[in-house]
Each structure stands twice: as C-alpha cells, then as structure tokens.
C-alpha cells in the first residue's frame, strides 16, 4: 500500500501510518525469526531455519507473520486458540505440540507467550496486566522422544509412538521459570541439552516480541498501534477478496493419492471440491480416505495450511499475510478422515507429507480456474531423512530438496524445496562438525526434471555415510507416481531410496551398522506445455549445463 493509494481507513488511520505501522508489526515478527535461529543450538534450526515466528493480537488473531515454513504458519491460529482456553496472564509462556490441541506434529514444538508492554512499568505503554497481544514461536525440534532417534518413525501406528506429548501447559508462569515442567520435557527426549537451548532460544524470541511491541507503543501510541492491528487486518480481507472475485465463479475438483502410510502400500486418495463463489473461497475435502493405521493423517490446521498456501499462490503475493487473508477461505474435512483425523491416530508424516499432496491437488483444482498462475507438480514430498543413535547421542534430521514444476513462462528451479516446506539443507561442513555422518555425494539429478515448453526443475542424490551404528528413517513420496506436467509438458522423475545401494520402501525404519551409506534421490519437477515448442537455445543451454541428456 503506498500513501496516495487510499483515503483514511476505516479506523482513522491514514494510508502513510497504516503503511509504516504494517511494515513495523512484520518486522516485529522478523526480529523474532532472526532471534530464533540465533539462538538456537541444533543445526535444524540454526541451519536449516526449521522455524517460523508470528504475531497475534488479543483475539488470537494472526497480525504479521515472518516468511519462513508454509506448513507451521497457517497452523499456528490453532494453538493460540488452544492457549487461550487456558486462561493466559501476563508473565506466561506456554508451550505445546499436542496435533489434537493446537499442534501439527510433535517434534513441531510451539511456544506462546501473551504479551503486555509496560506491566510492569519500565516502559509506561500500555495498561499494566492487560493482555495486547500474544508472541508465537514454532520450532521443529530434532529429537522429542518417542520409539525412534529422531521421532520421525515410519511404522508409528498411535501417537504415543511418536514422542512426547504436550498440550498447552506454563512453561513460564508469572515470570517464573517451572522447573518441574522442563524437567519432565527434557526426561523424555535424546539429547536434552541441545532441547533445552533450542527451548531457550524460542523464549528469547517471544520476549523480543513483546520489546519491540513496547517500542511502538512509545513511538506511535497505544490505540493507534491496537487501531492499526484491524487496520492491517482489514486491508489483507479486502484485497483477498477482490482477488477471490476475479476468478471465475464455478466448482473445481481434483484428486491425488499417497503412496501408503507406513504400515501398508496401497494408495490413499484425497480429493477436494474447491467452490469460488463471488469473494470468498470453499475447499472440501469429502471423498478423502478415512484416517489410516500408520502416521500420514494430518490435523485439520495443516490441510488448511496447504489450502491457505495455495491461495496465497495464486493471489497476489504483496498482499500482507495475515488473519484477513485467510478470512475469505473455509476448509473442511469428515470428521474421523485422513484430514481431520480423531487421536490417538499416529500423525508425524501428514505434517511433511500428506500436506504436500493436499497442495498438489488443490493446485489442480484451481488450474481451472487459474490455469495461468498453476504450476506444474513439484517434487510433492519432503524427502524426510532422520538418522540418530538410541543412546541420544545425536539425533539428525533434513528434509531434501528437490524439483519445482515449471511454470506457464519459465522453467522450474531446481533442488529447492517445494509447497508446504520453506527450509534450507544442511550445509555438509555443518553436518560433518556435528554429526558421525560423511557426505559422499550432493548433486542434481541429471534428465529429472520433466520436458516441455518450459523444462521441471531437476530432483537431488544426497549419499550419507553413517559412521556409527545408528538408527535410519525414512518418510517420503512420489517414489511410484511421478509429479505430473500440465499443459502437454511430461511427468518429473520419480524419487528413490538406497541404502548400502539397495532399494527401500518410501517409508522405512532400520537400524544400520558404521560404514552404512544411505542414499535418496529426488523427484524432479514436471514440465510445462509441448516439449515439441521448447526453444532451440534452451535446449542447447540444458545440454551444456547436463539438465538433460544428449538425444532430449
């Protein structure tokens, strides 16, 4: 928004404060994800950014959110919901990962904080003791417990499995550190110091929140930073909408299948019936497979993640990302379903994985009615890799990257991280300083990416050498059905696992001895429009780069 683009707000603010206090809350919320991976000690979040960061207001409504994963921050709603209900004060934290209590999945650890500037005088903004706000921290912890290093088990058939379960509970109460809830944390997780930091570094970002609150406090005043809270909020809504209204109105469906749960092989379908009806946007996912014995079932929040993360794609992506965007859009799944999922159902693979699939069809979908602004299928998959020791020595954990679907005007990029994951990978001198773990190959996948108009991006081979006994799981897809090209352009290259150069199932937990090499190759991206009406010098520029083979 730019000073001249509108009059005064509907709340009294004009379009130049507005503009300069949205850009302030966003930065809030940016402090907290750079004050995050600071302080953090495992390399999962200090690397890899396995993080996000958010603001709230008193309502638990979402006013700024940092760009980090897709997948935590369109969940995150859901457990301030959950913390509310257990009647916050100020000088609280509570923490949580509960999937049936505001979570998504367990190691995904949340923290909450209400926020108060001035409570207790040293800033003189605000009212003493009333809640203005809350700060939200996310985190994906390498290690929470549970049956396997790492808790990312691929045979886990209940939750119980998966690690330690925490609804919301005061991990800091009236400013007060329990010592007796992070003793009982860090009794039932490997490697309880590297929690403890990673816990610590995720306080320090929420009290960051509530500083620079407090700041703006002071420069701007109390009410006009609250008035700015629905201000920001309202603007998102109605710039979503007129972006809803532009589509054409109509019902939309598509379907996807996953490549077993873990526990069986056969295919569970999701399909989805996407309604756009004037300014506002229905996603339902009737139809979709009832929950399933092994770990794929996903929560609710993280299919509407998915949803909120397609629209976002296929809107305009300036538009703020806050409660008003996501206002215009309802998501719905059966109860007792795949996407909405009754405990004590086993959930740590929906999070990474069915949230991807849910993306891809709803992208489906909607490439009826934005066929322009759909990409072909990514890579669809995380690529989950968790190797670990029993005794808790060392837990580590990647998702790897793979190809990006090209796109109706240029090709996919290649070995990223596609749709509902926003990571970095672990850069190979970090992994080898803190890990027994050798890398022996990190590379593109030659010819991976699909041919068309427009060429997919290309998939990865990471090879990692274990260099002690360990514990190796594996949670991954589109290892049958490749990523589709649209528009005429072919299907991506489907993924692979070895270990010790052997196949393995997508999903799989093993116990391996030192000297066990354990290679996955990606998928690559699918490609957009005729293969035929690809430009000479495009094809001469893959040959030259080894995208592609020599008779493409």
């Known amino acids: 928004m730019t000073p001249d683009s509108a009059d005064?707000?509907?709340?009294?603010?004009?379009?130049?404060?507005?503009?300069?206090?949205?850009?302030?809350?966003?930065?809030?919320?940016?402090?907290?994800?750079?004050t995050l991976i600071r302080g953090a000690y495992s390399p999962n979040i200090k690397e890899r950014r396995d993080c996000s960061t958010a603001l709230f207001d008193a309502e638990g409504r979402m006013i700024a959110q940092a760009e980090h994963i897709p997948v935590h921050l369109g969940a995150m709603p859901a457990a301030v919901d959950a913390v509310r209900e257990h009647d916050p004060r100020p000088g609280d934290v509570f923490v949580l990962n509960d999937p049936f209590s505001g979570g998504t999945h367990l190691p995904d650890v949340t923290m909450v904080s209400p926020i108060a500037p001035g409570r207790d005088g040293s800033t003189g903004a605000g009212d003493k003791g009333e809640i203005v706000g809350y700060a939200v921290s996310r985190a994906h912890h390498a290690d929470v417990g549970g049956m396997t290093p790492g808790s990312m088990p691929a045979g886990a058939e209940e939750i119980y499995q998966e690690g330690l379960r925490l609804p919301p509970i005061r991990l800091v109460e009236g400013g007060e550190l329990r010592d007796d809830v992070r003793s009982l944390v860090l009794a039932n997780v490997r490697n309880p110091r590297e929690r403890q930091a990673d816990l610590r570094a995720q306080q320090a970002a929420n009290e960051r929140a509530e500083a620079r609150l407090a700041s703006l406090f002071d420069e701007h005043g109390r009410e006009t930073v609250l008035e700015g809270f629905d201000a920001v909020i309202d603007y998102s809504r109605e710039r979503i909408a007129a972006e809803i209204a532009a589509l054409p109105d109509g019902t939309y469906e598509a379907a996807g299948v996953l490549e077993g749960d873990g526990v069986t092989d056969e295919d569970i379908e999701i399909a989805v019936t996407v309604t756009v009806d004037g300014e506002t946007i229905d996603v339902d996912f009737s139809g979709t497979a009832g929950q399933v014995a092994g770990n794929l079932n996903a929560p609710l929040a993280v299919a509407t993640s998915a949803v909120y993360f397609v629209v976002r794609c296929i809107t305009d992506p300036e538009i703020p990302p806050n409660h008003g965007c996501y206002e215009p859009v309802t998501v719905s799944a059966p109860d007792g379903s795949l996407l909405n999922p009754n405990?004590?159902?086993?959930?740590?693979?929906?999070?990474?994985?069915?949230?991807?699939?849910?993306?891809?069809?709803?992208?489906?979908?909607?490439?009826?009615?934005?066929?322009?602004?759909?990409?072909?299928?990514?890579?669809?998959?995380?690529?989950?890799?968790?190797?670990?020791?029993?005794?808790?020595?060392?837990?580590?954990y990647e998702t790897i990257g793979g190809g990006f679907g090209a796109r109706a005007d240029r090709d996919g990029m290649d070995g990223v991280q596609v749709g509902m994951t926003n990571t970095l990978n672990t850069p190979v001198e970090s992994l080898e300083t803190e890990y027994p773990l050798r890398v022996e190959r990190y590379a593109l996948?030659?010819?991976?990416?699909?041919?068309?108009?427009?060429?997919?991006?290309?998939?990865?081979?990471?090879s990692v050498t274990v260099e002690t006994d360990a514990t190796v799981s594996l949670l991954t897809e589109r290892r049958r059905h490749a990523p589709k090209g649209i528009a005429g352009g072919e299907d991506g290259a489907t993924g692979e696992n070895l270990i010790d150069g052997e196949p393995v199932p997508a999903k799989t937990t093993v116990d391996v001895a030192a000297g066990t090499t354990v290679t996955v190759k990606t998928p690559g991206g699918g490609g957009h429009g005729d293969p035929k009406e690809r430009e000479e010098a495009a094809l001469e520029a893959d040959r030259i780069a080894e995208k592609s083979s020599e008779d493409d």
């Open 8 to 34: 005064d707000t509907d709340d009294g603010i004009d379009p130049v404060t507005l503009e300069v206090l949205r850009n302030q809350l966003e930065s809030v919320a940016e402090e907290m994800g750079q």
């Open 343 to 396: 405990p004590p159902a086993a959930v740590v693979g929906g999070n990474v994985e069915t949230s991807q699939r849910v993306t891809d069809v709803v992208f489906t979908a909607l490439a009826g009615a934005a066929p322009d602004r759909v990409p072909a299928q990514g890579q669809g998959t995380m690529n989950n890799l968790t190797i670990g020791a029993r005794d808790g020595s060392f837990a580590y």
């Open 445 to 462: 996948r030659e010819g991976s990416g699909g041919r068309g108009r427009f060429r997919g991006g290309l998939g990865l081979e990471r």
